[in-house]
């Protein structure tokens, strides 16, 4: 599966943002999908993971309560709604997809990974 990612920019502190992943390729509805994100001289951060389905979500504490994770298997896309964010959610965010059972929330189990959008938070 190809993923591509978008929707990132600048957005002043409080303000929301939604990301979006694309998928091409393989079955959509087959992979377990998650969100990342990465700030300078940061590990890769684990936000948000949704089932094949979508039925079934998880979060990081960083982010629960803030953020929303969905999928749209239709249109092969996964979203991530941000919202209150902080000068601290700057990074840059990635979309994957796992072959593995949901929940999967390292980096190292997903195979699949987008290029990543740039989102800044602004003060």
């Known amino acids: 599966v190809q993923l591509q990612a978008s929707g990132g920019g600048l957005v002043q502190a409080g303000g929301s943002l939604r990301v979006s992943c694309a998928a091409s390729?393989?079955?959509?509805?087959?992979?377990?999908m998650g969100w990342f994100r990465q700030a300078p001289d940061n590990e890769r951060e684990f936000l948000a993971g949704?089932?094949?389905?979508?039925?079934?979500?998880t979060y990081s504490e960083s982010v629960k309560g803030r953020f929303s994770i969905s999928r749209d298997p239709p249109k092969n896309t996964l979203h991530l709604q941000m919202n209150s964010l902080k000068p601290e959610d700057t990074a840059v965010y990635y979309c994957?997809?796992?072959?593995?059972?949901?929940?999967?929330?390292?980096?190292?189990?997903?195979?699949?990974w987008g290029q990543g959008t740039e989102v800044t938070v602004s003060s």
């Open positions: 994957a997809a796992s072959e593995r059972r949901f929940p999967v929330t390292t980096a190292r189990e997903y195979e699949y």
């Open positions: 390729g393989r079955t959509f509805s087959r992979y377990a």
């Open positions: 949704i089932n094949w389905s979508g039925g079934i979500t």
